[in-house]
């Protein structure tokens, strides 16, 4: 049975050194940065993140930009100075999509998915 580690601690540092092998580790750190955005009760701050995921992660040219549609980058960029808990949900659900499609799989496949089994079949010997 194969196990989602998106939602482990020690699962995401394994999936994001592969993924920083694989040159795309921005897909992980988007999805736990949405993951985070989405806890945030208080306006302020989420208007604060919302810009900060924005710049980092979704405008053209951004240091970390992810792989998503025209359309959803646009949708975001035009709510941007109003946003909501929801702001980034469809771009997250694209690059999870995308994570659980094709980096996760070949991810199954890895050397550090290997040493995260064994790791984790020694400490259950313990």
Request: charged letters at 30%.
């Amino acid at each position: 049975m194969k196990v989602n580690h998106f939602n482990d601690e020690t699962g995401q540092v394994a999936f994001r050194n592969f993924l920083t092998k694989e040159y795309s580790e921005e897909n992980i750190d988007f999805w736990l940065a949405c993951e985070d955005y989405k806890k945030i009760k208080c306006p302020t701050k989420l208007a604060c993140e919302a810009k900060k995921i924005y710049t980092k992660f979704i405008k053209v040219e951004a240091p970390e930009e992810i792989n998503i549609d025209f359309t959803t980058r646009e949708n975001i960029a035009k709510s941007i100075n109003e946003p909501t808990p929801s702001s980034f949900d469809l771009a997250q659900k694209l690059i999870y999509s995308l994570m659980a499609k094709d980096c996760y799989p070949r991810f199954l496949r890895s050397n550090n998915y290997l040493e995260l089994v064994t790791n984790a079949e020694k400490s259950q010997q313990k």
